[in-house]
């Protein structure tokens, strides 16, 4: 019997993310409260202004989700029918979800390597037709993707370069920098939360314009506006959506915004602990990317030794009371994507999908907690040995 089957109390479980919260964001959301003003206020535009200070950009653009940040990129740029959007199959569906929406084609494009998941820029430049007009990289688990060699690409071939930065809040002076959009999330899951969330950053002043314009059922003025006696009337000058974040969201925004670089610090910390453990305890199982890589460390995704049957490994680890998982399915595997634009092969994206394991990993897991994770794989791993 293990030690654990002969102590009266189960450990407590290990979950694989969770959001910080805590009395300041009860208190920010009292206070929205007590204003009686719940939506198209100061307090989005406050989180919006400190959101691109932290990210060294000029300005940004708050929306609902990331999904929504990244659909408004698309219908800003005039992207829909007949056009054709090179988007990652490792990713999150809403990442070629929303190329779909426009009514463009979403072309899925592999990963550089079966232990490098991001965008193959050698793939990508395979798949370009006359109908390409856009490019989204993702910058997985956070870790970023050269940007200036995709600016490169999109300048030569005259594409929109767009990021998925959902896993990328506080990765300053990538994210957003080099390309036409980038969209974050904030997500539960995510680094810093809203509950539901997310904002946009566009280069492009006009087109920034045209976003927050956009968000707004594509009308010329703001309620806010009409409040103060700024504006009398409107003109709606786009087909706009209603994509707000709401002033309770803004609130809770700008509260986590201000944690968001230490715990993205705690994050690197874990990730560099996991490094160590794993390199000392399983040799065969690897930490994708390096110490140097730049990251908000989003997520721990390591690769097991091929052949390892993961979903044993996986109910093995939630048994000693570890939460796993794995990112991503790819989409161009799902049944949506096989049926509407045909069977697909990305090998690289396929092998990645099928030996990654997702690690526990948030700011508020002490150190003790990763050594117990690693210990919980290496006795899941080794069951599988002894057990066949
Ligand atoms: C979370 C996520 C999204 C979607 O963001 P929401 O805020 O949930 O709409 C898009 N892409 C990736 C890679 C994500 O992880």
């Given at each position: ?39 198209m ?171 927050r314009r956009m968000r707004s059922h594509g009308m010329t003025s703001s309620t806010?506006d009409r409040?103060?006696?700024?504006a009398?009337g409107y003109d709606v000058v786009d087909a706009g959506h209603n994509?707000r ?144």
């Amino acid at each position: 019997m293990t030690p654990e089957m002969t102590s009266v109390t189960t450990p407590p479980l290990i979950e694989l993310g969770a959001p910080v919260l805590g009395e300041a964001e009860k208190a920010a959301l009292a206070e929205v409260v007590d204003s009686g003003w719940l939506t198209m206020g100061e307090r989005v535009r406050r989180f919006e202004e400190a959101f691109a200070t932290l990210h060294r950009v000029p300005d940004a653009v708050a929306v609902g989700s990331g999904t929504a940040a990244l659909q408004l990129a698309l219908a800003a740029f005039g992207i829909g029918p007949g056009d054709e959007v090179l988007v990652p199959s490792m990713s999150f569906v809403a990442t070629a979800s929303v190329v779909v929406h426009t009514g463009a084609t979403p072309v899925l494009v592999d990963v550089e390597a079966a232990d490098r998941p991001l965008l193959s820029l050698e793939h990508a430049r395979t798949l370009l037709t006359s109908r390409t007009r856009a490019v989204i990289v993702m910058h997985y688990g956070g870790y970023a993707v050269d940007m200036p060699p995709w600016r490169a690409f999109a300048d030569k071939h005259g594409l929109m370069l767009i990021e998925d930065a959902a896993h990328a809040a506080g990765l300053s002076g990538v994210a957003g920098v080099h390309s036409d959009a980038a969209a974050f999330s904030f997500f539960t899951n995510k680094n810093m939360t809203t509950a539901e969330g997310g904002v946009l950053l566009v280069r492009d002043a006009e087109l920034r314009a045209r976003v927050r314009r956009m968000r707004s059922h594509g009308m010329t003025s703001s309620t806010l506006d009409r409040d103060r006696g700024r504006a009398v009337g409107y003109d709606v000058v786009d087909a706009g959506h209603n994509f707000r974040m709401d002033e309770l969201r803004g609130a809770l925004g700008s509260v986590q915004l201000a944690r968001l670089p230490e715990w993205n610090d705690t994050r690197r910390s874990r990730t560099r602990r996991y490094r160590e453990a794993l390199a000392a305890a399983l040799p065969e199982v690897r930490v994708l990317f390096d110490d140097a890589h730049p990251t908000t460390a989003h997520i721990l995704p390591v690769t097991l030794p091929p052949g390892t049957d993961r979903a044993a490994v996986m109910a093995r680890m939630r048994a000693a009371r570890v939460q796993t998982s794995m990112h991503y399915p790819p989409i161009h595997e799902f049944d949506f994507y096989r049926r509407t634009i045909g069977p697909v092969t990305l090998a690289r994206t396929e092998q990645f999908a099928e030996v990654e394991l997702t690690l526990p990993l948030h700011p508020l897991l002490s150190p003790e907690d990763v050594d117990r994770v690693v210990g919980s794989l290496v006795g899941a791993l080794h069951e599988r040995t002894t057990h066949g």
